[in-house]
């Protein structure tokens, strides 16, 4: 299977990598020497294939990759259910807090650079929007798409939960003070999106870069493209960091991993697959 396919396969909601190498570990040694992952979906299909690498050159070590949300991968590394949270957002505020209140300080690992992009219907004869129209339509403001010029189509919102990164990054950059996507909006999971805004002619939402498969129409933002160069010199106003969230006194089986993950041989060989941009 080609490195694009299995970074596909990695889309799954929840990837459990359990394959331990190696003869003669007790259970102690296996519990000292593994590496729990939970968070960002975005996050973990880079992972899942380097943490296959991973545990076939050091033989002995568990790496396991659960893809269950940003926030709820931030909140189990606070409560110490996992010791790598996977992340393509910022900690919200009542984590902020919750780490606080637990006299924790999480240590921030940027391992690519992402950007959302908003996708409407390839009929849609929108071209661009601006920030201001996004905050609008998302809000549910705008319920046609004649009031931006377009065709008389009413207008159907497509976003995320609340505990996805992808939500609280649109959240944070689009909405600004209005926060809140319409109650009106259909919630879909990463997999998803792409599908139902191509079998939708009124549909918006929004994905992440290795989402672009061509099947919908992606749309400039302010004028502004997603392409690399827009990106990198964050000139496109919707970038985003993907990072992995480590805490005090990880293990040195932890802190090696984060590293390989960073190494431009060998995890960051995987960002540039996945079709994000590599940080080395």
């Known amino acids: 299977m080609g490195l694009r396919k299995i970074w596909l396969a990695g889309l799954l909601i929840v990837s459990m990598l359990t394959i331990a190498y190696g003869t003669g570990w007790s259970a102690r040694q296996l519990e000292t020497q593994s590496v729990h992952l939970r968070g960002s979906s975005n996050v973990g ?12 050159e050091h033989p002995g070590t568990i790496v396991t990759v659960t893809s269950i949300g940003t926030m709820r991968g931030i909140k189990s590394l606070i409560d110490a259910t996992c010791n790598v949270a996977m992340a393509s957002a910022d900690s919200d505020d009542t984590l902020k807090k919750r780490a606080k209140d637990n006299n924790l300080t999480l240590t921030k690992h940027v391992i690519a650079y992402d950007a959302l992009v908003p996708i409407v ?23 046609n798409w004649q009031q931006l010029g377009g065709a008389d189509l009413p207008v159907i919102v497509a976003s995320y939960n609340g505990s996805s990164g992808n939500y ?15 109650a009106s ?3 879909l999971s ?10 939708n002619p009124g549909a ?10 061509g099947t919908v129409k992606p749309l400039t933002v302010n004028g502004i493209s997603h392409e690399v160069g827009n990106i990198t010199g964050r000139q496109y106003p919707i970038v985003r960091e993907l990072a992995l969230y480590t805490s005090e006194g990880s293990t ?3 802190n090696q991993f984060v590293e390989y993950v960073l190494a431009t041989d060998k995890g960051q060989q995987f ?4 079709g994000v941009i590599a940080v080395k």
């Open 204 to 213: 918006i939402g929004y994905v992440a870069l290795p989402y672009l498969d």
């Open 271 to 274: 960002v540039r697959q996945a």
């Open 190 to 199: 990463t997999n998803n999106m792409a599908k139902f805004v191509q079998q």
């Open 168 to 182: 609280e990054t649109w959240k944070e950059r689009v909405m600004s003070e209005r926060k809140v996507v319409t």
């Open 121 to 143: 219907n390839n009929g849609n004869g929108i071209n661009n929007l601006a920030m201001e129209d996004l905050r609008r339509l998302f809000s549910g403001e705008i319920v």
């Open 45 to 56: 299909a880079i992972i899942q294939p380097v943490a296959e690498l991973y545990m076939r």
């Open 185 to 187: 909006a259909n919630i």
């Open 252 to 254: 040195q089986s932890v």
